[in-house]
């Protein structure tokens, strides 16, 4: 990309300080864009590597958001070209991983949905995914296995190792 390319584009990056987020909000203000950040407490010190960052005196501001609160990502969206979802629940072993990683995750992302309907200038939606969704499988990793959308996690074997039940439907 040209330098330059996000000059006065607006986007937001949710769970912004997590590891792939904090990548992305990097190279994001690093061509140009302006970046609306969402995290749980934006004067946490789990923050300050993105306050650090080249460009983030000017173009990065962050907003306290919840996924579990609907409407609470409204201010973070709103006026913005796309949308980067990242956030999602960061537990690896539950009793209950349908309640505890699962349905947290899918409400969250509707919720992130939900605001974003509300916005006429979101143009596009990433949605990302959870190392969960691929972790656990049965078929060996060789080097000429290829991981892409057919490769998934074993729901039982997910189940049986308490890690998270990844066959659910969303209502």
Sequence with gaps: MMSGEGEEKVVCVTGASGFVASWLVKLLL???????????????P????????????ERLHLFKANLL???S?????DGCDGVFHTASP???????????IVDPAVMGTLNVLRSCAK??????????SSIGAMLL???PMTPDVVIDETWFSNPVLCKE???CKLNFTIS
């Excluded at 690093?30 to 946490?44: C, E, F």
């Excluded at 990502?73 to 969206?77: G, I, L, P, Q, W």
């Design 119 to 128: 916005v006429h200038s979101i143009k596009r939606v990433v949605l990302t």
């Design 30 to 44: 690093q061509r140009g864009y302006t970046v609306k950040a969402t995290v749980r407490d934006p004067n946490s």
């Design 161 to 163: 190792n308490k890690v």
């Design 46 to 57: 789990k923050t300050e590597h993105l306050r650090e960052l080249d460009g983030a005196t």
């Design 137 to 139: 499988n049965e078929t």
């Design 90 to 100: 960061v537990i690896f072993l539950s009793d209950n991983p349908q309640a505890d």
């Design 73 to 77: 990502f409204d201010s973070a969206v």
């Design 69 to 71: 609160e609907e409407g």
